[in-house]
């Protein structure tokens, strides 16, 4: 499993009706194949700005069949108009994680 | 609760060291008031890029108990000599979080 980071800049003031529709569009990715899990984040210090996670099982589930399928159309339709500059995404995978276990202390 | 998501840029070749002791700190970020959980991702496109992502039940638990903490003293020592430039860091909230649930589709 790998996750896509994508920080996100809203026009001014469309904040409220970004995050409606991406309620929306959220049906719509989670129907892709090789989906896993999302989250909306949005920043407390710099205003209109979002951080999406995704989970995918691979990069070519979100590079190749998110994106080039009929679901990613509908996804673009209802958000790709918020924005006021390109999505900035990159995958990551995961080195560490921890749950604050304190069974061990 | 809040996330905190630092882009952290490791020096060139140190990544194993950095991901090596990066293991040893969470013990102590993981004791610190308000710590809920971690982790750190590797990014696949741009060498050296990770990003550590950390929940935490306010940004005060971060800002201001974490970091005046003798366990950040410990967590500053093993890892801050790895970077090549500041940590940028910024507090999320959570606006929406999809599990890709399809049992109403």
């Not at 970004?18 to 989906?35: L, M, N, P, V, W």
């Not at 209802?78 to 202390?105: C, F, M, W």
Request: glycine share 4%; proline share 2%; charged share 25%.
């Amino acid at each position: 499993m790998i996750i896509e980071i994508a920080i996100l800049s809203v026009k001014a003031g469309e904040g409220p009706a970004f995050e409606r529709d991406f309620t929306e569009a959220s049906r719509y990715i989670s129907q892709s194949e090789g989906y896993v899990s999302h989250q909306l984040q949005r920043c407390l210090e710099t205003k209109n700005r979002y951080i999406l996670l995704v989970n995918w099982s691979s990069v070519e589930a979100h590079m190749v069949v998110f994106r080039n399928s009929k679901v990613f159309l509908e996804w673009k339709r209802l958000l790709h108009h918020y924005y006021d500059q390109p999505a900035i995404v990159e995958h990551y995978s995961k080195v560490y994680e921890g749950t604050g276990d304190r069974s061990n202390q």
